[in-house]
């Protein structure tokens, strides 16, 4: 599906790469070399690309010129990028994208100056964009800036759970966390899509909402791909949450679980392997206790549910808006919902794809 997806947009993920390479080439690197190495490094492992994705796919069934959404799909994958280098630090994370993270290979102090660096970079695509009006520019930095204030909100909250900012798992305001941490550069990404389209402030509100709830999608989809998913999915060691101590969904779950069945010990035990204390050795009594009460299956239950009402937000926006646009769709743009050169019939559209990619990997196997 990823590739469906990349092949749809593939010449606006072209650009929106151009835009972001180009906007490093700008700055003086003469005496600093390793690190234009490391963030070229960085911008070369792209990932998924799913925030620029987002905010195309939303652009694209709302009948915008898609050009002209590249700049601010640059901006919130620069931010992005700055992001997970500082996440990795924080989390002591060794692998990112399949390769060493920054601060394994260039101490911690220097992948934190390359996450801010990356960051500033996040803003001038915007500024430089001769495709977006003024007025344009400006509701553009605004929605990055809410977003950019939420995501750190969001990695305060994770963080502080491991300094004992929250007595029990029952305190710990999880939901929030992910809104923040995941779902806010969802959201903004959504939002701009739509901003970029000429949107009233509704539609760019429902915008907002569904990339909001397409990101809280993907992180529960994320913490559940860490115990139940399938090697193919993981592009990191499985487990990854339990050593870093998380409260991920599948643990909140468990010991919501084992609390309402009166589990007080097994509650207990688990709590306290999250705790501030010596972690176990193994994690395998842990697996063993979630498939006991199970909390796999009481996940999909869940993330199918979000991912029906998150379909039915994707119908309403592309089947009941009018395309409000500047002007026509520009190049490589086959308008909403449409079908690409030979296809035998309509395609899904850019959203309906990316809701499948996320939701790909919690089905199942064949035998």
Not at 31 to 57: N, S, T, V
């Amino acid at each position: 599906m990823i590739t469906r997806l990349r092949a749809r947009y593939q010449r606006e993920l072209e650009l929106v790469n151009a835009i972001m390479s180009a906007e490093v080439t700008r700055w003086q690197w003469a005496d600093l070399p390793e690190a234009e190495r490391i963030i070229r490094d960085q911008l070369a492992r792209q990932g998924k690309q799913l925030r620029p994705l987002l905010a195309l796919a939303v652009a694209d069934v709302l009948g915008a010129g898609l050009d002209r959404v590249c700049a601010p799909a640059a901006s919130v994958e620069f931010y992005h990028l700055a992001a997970l280098v500082l996440d990795d630090v924080q989390d002591n994370s060794a692998v990112r994208r399949g390769a060493p993270a920054v601060h394994t290979t260039a101490t911690t102090s220097m992948a934190i100056n390359i996450a801010m660096t990356i960051r500033s970079l996040a803003y001038h695509p915007l500024h430089r964009s001769e495709l977006l009006t003024t007025e344009e520019k400006l509701g553009l930095h605004r929605e990055l800036d809410d977003a950019a204030t939420e995501l750190v909100l969001g990695q305060t909250i994770d963080i502080g759970w491991h300094l004992g900012w929250y007595n029990s798992h029952a305190q710990y305001p999880y939901d929030q966390m992910i809104q923040w941490k995941t779902g806010a550069m969802f959201g903004c990404a959504a939002a701009m899509g739509a901003q970029v389209a000429g949107a009233g402030t509704s539609v760019v509100d429902a915008a907002r909402q569904l990339g909001l709830s397409l990101g809280v999608l993907y992180q529960l989809a994320d913490d559940y791909l860490d115990v139940f998913g399938e090697d193919r999915y993981l592009h990191r060691p499985r487990y990854e949450d339990f050593r870093g101590r998380k409260m991920s969904a599948p643990v909140l779950t468990l010991l919501r679980t084992l609390v309402a069945a009166g589990c007080r010990d097994d509650a207990e035990r688990v709590a306290a392997a999250f705790g501030a204390g010596v972690p176990p050795q193994t994690w395998d009594w842990l697996v063993r206790l979630m498939d006991e009460h199970g909390i796999g299956e009481l996940l999909r239950q869940e993330l199918a549910a979000l991912a029906k009402s998150l379909g039915d937000q994707v119908s309403e926006l592309s089947a009941g808006l009018e395309p409000a646009g500047p002007g026509p769709a520009g190049p490589g743009s086959a308008g909403p919902g449409s079908a690409g050169p030979g296809s035998a019939g309509p395609e899904p559209t850019g959203l309906r794809m990316l809701l499948e990619l996320i939701m790909t990997p919690l089905q199942p196997s064949s035998p």
